[in-house]
Nanobody, 117 residues
Framework: QLQLVESGGGLVQAGGSLRLSCAASGNLFSINSKGWYRQAPGKQRELVATITSGGSTNYADSVKGRFTISRDNAKSTVYLQMNSLKPEDTAVYYC???????????WGQGTQVTVSS
């Protein structure tokens, strides 16, 4: 099976930057896409960015121009570079992978990102 482990969260001031990492292990050959979601307290989990196995990327409108998703296939790792952070970016960030023909979701444990004013 597939396992996802996030790292890189922390506390940063508004305007600062963080880079999140998500390392995948197990069955890596059935992954259709990987991405990042986030969930703030009392809010629904929302999509932040995705990258397909072919390298195509997609971003939520709220993060376009500030966040960049990338991958290192040799390390089976996907990254989220977050620049110009805003307090409204504060959330738990979850790594996601869509697997197999059904696109079943696999999730990491989450990493906290807190942006102070």
């Amino acid at each position: 099976q597939l396992q996802l482990v996030e790292s890189g969260g922390g506390l940063v001031q508004a305007g600062g930057s963080l880079r999140l990492s998500c390392a995948a292990s197990g069955n890596l050959f059935s992954i259709n896409s990987k991405g990042w979601y986030r969930q703030a307290p009392g809010k629904q989990r929302e999509l932040v960015a995705t990258i397909t196995s072919g390298g195509s990327t997609n971003y939520a409108d709220s993060v376009k121009g500030r966040f960049t998703i990338s991958r290192d296939n040799a390390k089976s790792t996907v990254y989220l570079q977050m620049n110009s952070l805003k307090p409204e970016d504060t959330a738990v960030y979850y790594c996601n992978a869509k697997v197999g023909w059904r696109g079943n979701d696999y999730w990491g444990q989450g990493t906290q990102v807190t942006v102070s004013s």
